[in-house]
Nanobody, 126 residues
Framework: VQLQASGGGFVQAGGSLRLSCSASGRTVGSYAMAWFRQAPGKEREFVAHIVRSVGSTVYANSVKGRFTISRDNAKNSVYLQMNSLTPEDTAVYYC????????????????????WGQGTLVTVSS
């Protein structure tokens, strides 16, 4: 299984970016997937999660209303649309795939995901 994240870059505060995560070896529609991020000197933190099949979504409070996770089964990809970016959003963003089903309360944990992309850096200037 391989996950390839892309779309990061440098943007000014208030701007937008769209991250992509293409998968091989698994069909994204059949698995729960998520985005996490890790800022310098901090632990990796949950950003957003999309449920398998139905596609229900969950967001961290810090990004709710600004970020949108979505999935394109035809392209076997997951996306993270990020709007109204702030310098606090600066981090390496990782996509992740959940091989085995977890209870909802576990979906915020790094340990709930078996496969990870390599990360894409997002830098937001003030």
């Amino acid at each position: 299984v391989q996950l390839q994240a892309s779309g990061g870059g440098f943007v000014q505060a208030g701007g937008s970016l769209r991250l992509s995560c293409s998968a091989s070896g698994r069909t994204v529609g059949s698995y729960a997937m998520a985005w996490f991020r890790q800022a310098p000197g901090k632990e990796r933190e949950f950003v957003a999660h999309i449920v398998r099949s139905v596609g229900s979504t969950v967001y961290a409070n810090s990004v709710k209303g600004r970020f949108t996770i979505s999935r394109d089964n035809a392209k076997n990809s997951v996306y993270l649309q990020m709007n109204s970016l702030t310098p606090e959003d600066t981090a390496v963003y990782y996509c992740a795939l959940q091989e085995y089903r977890r209870i909802t309360s576990e979906n915020y944990r790094v340990s709930a995901y078996e496969y990870w992309g390599q990360g894409t850096l997002v830098t937001v200037s003030s």
